[in-house]
């Protein structure tokens, strides 16, 4: 089992920025990908972005160029740095960790971290 906990959400002015982190704990041994993905009422939760173990990264077109993720595999830990925030984004924020066990894949997700984008 993988436990994620993230941290750094809050209220944040239009054009501001925000870093949101999450660690995760546990058989952390097997971790593939980690990711972040949003909600907001009566929508579906949509991927925001995600990182493989090696680097690599996938972003939703919405927030290219403005939001960056990295991940320190020593600290089991990815992070999510938001700039040029805009209302739209505003959401609870979800960690995702994928634990790879031979051609099998577990989602752990954390409890959600509210981002509010507002003057």
């Known amino acids: 089992q993988v436990q994620p906990v993230e941290s750094g959400g809050g209220l944040v002015q239009p054009g501001g920025s925000l870093r949101l982190s999450c660690a995760a704990s546990g058989s952390t041994f097997s971790i593939d990908a980690m990711g972040w993905y949003r909600q907001t009422p009566g929508k579906q939760r949509e991927l925001v972005a995600a990182?493989?173990?090696?680097?690599?990264?996938n972003y939703a077109d919405s927030v290219k160029g403005r939001f960056t993720i990295s991940r320190d595999n020593a600290k089991n830990t990815v992070y999510l740095q938001m700039n040029s925030l805009k209302p739209e984004d505003t959401a609870v924020y979800y960690c995702?960790?994928?634990?790879?066990?031979?051609?099998?894949?577990?989602?752990?997700w954390g409890q959600g971290t509210q981002v509010t984008v507002s003057s």
């Open positions: 995702n960790v994928r634990e790879a066990k031979g051609s099998l894949y577990y989602d752990f």
């Open positions: 990182i493989t173990r090696g680097g690599s990264t």
